[in-house]
């Protein structure tokens, strides 16, 4: 089992950053590659972004590229989501999941049907 619990959510207005953390317990942190999805309100959950087990392979939806910035911790069993230049539509709940990976480097999956564990999610509403 990992345990994910994501914070730093909240309101923010348009053109605003927010950070999101998540921070993982339970298995080695470090065999999981670790995604963001969001999803709001009315919508199906979305892939926002990915990353390898070691960090160094990253995935993005089109909607966030150039905004958005994923990157992990592996010492501190985090992971985290740099928010910039945040529109109205970004808003939704964001969740952290995790996905067992063989290799370290191998491409995170944008699909969240391959995601063995998540967090309950945290809040992101932008304001207009």
């Known amino acids: 089992q990992v345990q994910l619990v994501e914070s730093g959510g909240g309101l923010v207005q348009a053109g605003g950053s927010l950070r999101l953390s998540c921070a993982a317990s339970?298995?080695?942190?470090?065999?999981?590659?670790m995604g963001w999805f969001r999803q709001a309100p009315g919508k199906e959950r979305e892939f926002v972004t990915a990353?390898?087990?070691?960090?160094?392979?990253?995935a993005y939806a089109d909607s966030v590229k150039g905004r958005f910035t994923i990157s992990r911790d592996n010492a501190k069993n985090s992971v985290y989501l740099q928010m910039n230049s945040l529109k109205p539509e970004d808003t939704a709940i964001y969740y952290c999941?995790?996905?067992?990976?063989?290799?370290?480097?191998?491409?995170?999956?944008?699909?969240?049907?391959?995601?063995?564990?998540w967090g309950r999610g945290t809040q992101v509403t932008v304001s207009s």
């Open positions: 339970g298995r080695t942190f470090m065999n999981y590659a």
């Open positions: 999941a995790a996905d067992w990976a063989m290799l370290p480097t191998q491409l995170p999956s944008m699909t969240s049907e391959t995601y063995d564990y």
């Open positions: 990353t390898s087990r070691s960090g160094g392979s990253t």
